[in-house]
């Protein structure tokens, strides 16, 4: 199990530096809040967790900062060459305040010398601090939303991550290897940049680096499940699929009776898809297509590596409710006429479609994939 502490997130620094502020772009479906929910929930990342994969030291040895603790002695910190004092009694640590500070009970070696040090949760993931030869060094501190503070324990090594994924277009995060020094010893960065999307997602045509080197989406997601255990994105839609059906829909049912009303709703899931892995580990494409005469009639392909699921026609559609349309196809028609139906939904969240087959009254769905706009 892979450690990575988010601390405190989102809220701002006051320790002699300049951060962000708090706005932040809008990104489609908060498809970015789950992703960051993902991360901790997949990584162990609750504050105060310990991790037998991070080096962890007694209580006793965190003792050695009563002295800052109690302010008796100052913290050292060196930022951009320039260096100050941190009294801890000069720390906001109202509990009430966005800035404060407190002490967390985490016990992490995260300069790699065999001792815990200091972590204090606050402003964009606080403070982390050194004690060396009887004095005490700010060793890292959160900057901002374009440099959150956090920590991973990486191939055999703890290091020390700034990230910035709160903002449109980028993911990025730095990571720092610490030595008992206080030296660096280690520093590469993983970032993914994806201006352009329509929908502020990466996807197969974003720029990934690692290491100054440019490298696939599917290596960088393979990077993210290593570090970090993130979920990729097949994974990831697999995953928020659990929860959409998990609240009461009140909206109006449209059924499908050929009117202006029905069409316009429809529109809404008009696209070429692609899924990377279904509930069978198949792979295809999703086409919800109007035709091309400019008229009322469009098709539904789901074409995947066994051949097909569906080739259904715009009637199969019974009505649309909410972000979602429910589906009725024939799958097999015998030669007396006879139809063995089987029964569909597809919920739309822009950037995405999850679809999902149900018995007959629509209920029990059973996940079946989500389909990118753009993988």
């Known amino acids: 199990m892979k450690k990575y502490s988010k601390l405190v997130m989102s809220i701002g620094l006051m320790v002699c530096l300049c951060g962000c502020g708090h706005s932040q772009s809008e990104k489609s479906d908060d498809i970015w809040q789950k992703v ?8 162990g990342a609750e504050e105060g967790e310990s991790n037998s994969s991070v080096a962890e030291a007694s209580v006793a040895e965190a003792d050695s900062y009563s002295d800052f603790l109690d302010s008796k002695a100052p913290a050292i910190m060196i930022y951009e060459g320039q260096e100050s004092e941190v009294w801890f009694k000069d720390l906001p ?5 966005w800035d404060s500070y407190s002490v967390s009970d985490e016990k992490v070696d995260l300069d790699n ?88 997602f990466y996807d197969s045509d974003s720029d990934f680096t690692f290491r100054g080197q440019k490298i696939t989406m599917d290596e960088y997601e393979k990077l993210m499940k290593d570090i970090f ?27 499908n009776d050929a009117s202006d009303s029905f069409y316009d709703a429809m529109e809404a899931f008009y696209g070429e898809y692609t899924y990377k892995k279904d509930a069978d580990g198949l792979e295809g494409s999703l086409a919800i297509i109007q035709e091309f005469d400019n008229s009322r009639e469009y098709s539904i392909y789901d074409n995947n590596t066994n051949g097909y699921r569906f080739i259904a026609l715009g009637s199969n559609v019974e009505y649309i409710k909410g972000n979602k349309f429910y589906m009725k196809y024939p799958e097999t028609v015998y030669e007396d006429g006879t139809e ?15 679809i999902f087959e149900t018995d007959e009254n629509y209920e029990n769905p059973e996940y079946i994939y989500t389909a990118w706009h753009k993988y």
């Open 113 to 200: 010398d065999g001792k815990a040090e200091l972590i204090l949760n606050g402003p964009y993931g606080g403070m982390y601090l050194d004690e060396r030869a009887g004095k005490y060094f700010a060793l890292a501190q959160g900057e901002g939303t374009t440099g959150e503070l956090s920590y991973v324990y990486y191939e055999g090594k703890t290091y020390i991550i700034h990230r910035d994924t709160s903002h449109g277009g980028r993911q990025s995060y730095h990571f720092d290897c610490y030595n008992g020094d206080g030296e660096v010893t280690d520093s590469f960065d993983l970032t993914a940049e994806y201006w352009d999307s329509e929908y502020d």
């Open 36 to 43: 960051d929910e993902a991360e901790a929930v997949n990584s």
């Open 340 to 354: 063995v139906f089987k029964y569909y939904v597809f919920a739309n969240h822009g950037a995405y479609l999850i």
């Open 93 to 97: 640590q109202d509990p009430q305040e």
């Open 229 to 255: 255990d993130q979920p990729s994105k097949a994974e990831w839609g697999a995953e928020t699929a659990a929860t959409e059906f998990g609240y009461d829909d009140n909206s109006e049912k449209i059924v």
